[in-house]
C-alpha cells in the first residue's frame, strides 16, 4: 500500500505562483516502471487530467496548463512537484496527486487551489 500527501495549496492573485508537492511514502527509485501525475476538480466539473511524469522522466500537459505548469521529481524519486506560473481563475480546484505504482492506482486526499484577486 502507497500513501500520497499532497501539500502546497492555497489562494493565489491571477497571475501568480504555487508549488504543488506530493510526498510518496514508499521509494520509488527501487520501483520499475511508475506513472505519478495531476488531477483537479473544479465546482461542479468532472476530475480532468493536468500532468504526468513516469519513471523513464517522460512528461506531458494538458493543453490547458502547456507552458504554465512544470512537473517535476526530486532526486530520491519520493517526491512529485507541480509548479504553476501565470496562474488563472479557470485553474481554481482542488488539485489530486496520482500514482500508477506496482500495478495499483493510488490517490492523495486533495489539495485547494484558489486563485482569486
Known amino acids: 500500500q502507497v500513501q500520497l500527501v499532497e501539500s502546497g495549496g492555497g489562494l493565489v492573485q491571477p497571475g501568480g505562483s504555487l508549488r504543488l508537492a506530493c510526498a510518496a511514502s514508499?521509494?520509488?527509485?527501487?520501483?520499475?516502471?511508475?506513472?505519478l501525475g495531476w488531477y483537479r476538480q473544479a465546482p461542479g466539473k468532472e476530475r480532468e487530467w493536468v500532468a504526468t511524469?513516469?519513471?523513464?522522466?517522460?512528461?506531458d500537459y494538458a493543453d490547458s496548463v502547456k507552458g504554465r505548469f512544470t512537473v517535476s521529481r526530486d532526486k530520491a524519486n519520493n517526491t512529485m512537484y507541480l509548479q504553476m506560473n501565470n496562474l488563472e481563475p479557470e485553474d481554481t480546484a482542488v488539485y489530486y496527486c496520482?500514482?500508477?505504482?506496482?500495478?495499483?492506482?493510488?490517490w492523495g486526499q486533495g489539495t485547494q487551489v484558489t486563485v482569486s484577486s
Open positions: 511524469t513516469t519513471s523513464s522522466r517522460r512528461t
Open positions: 496520482y500514482g500508477r505504482i506496482r500495478g495499483s492506482d493510488y
Open positions: 514508499t521509494r520509488l527509485i527501487d520501483v520499475y516502471g511508475y506513472v
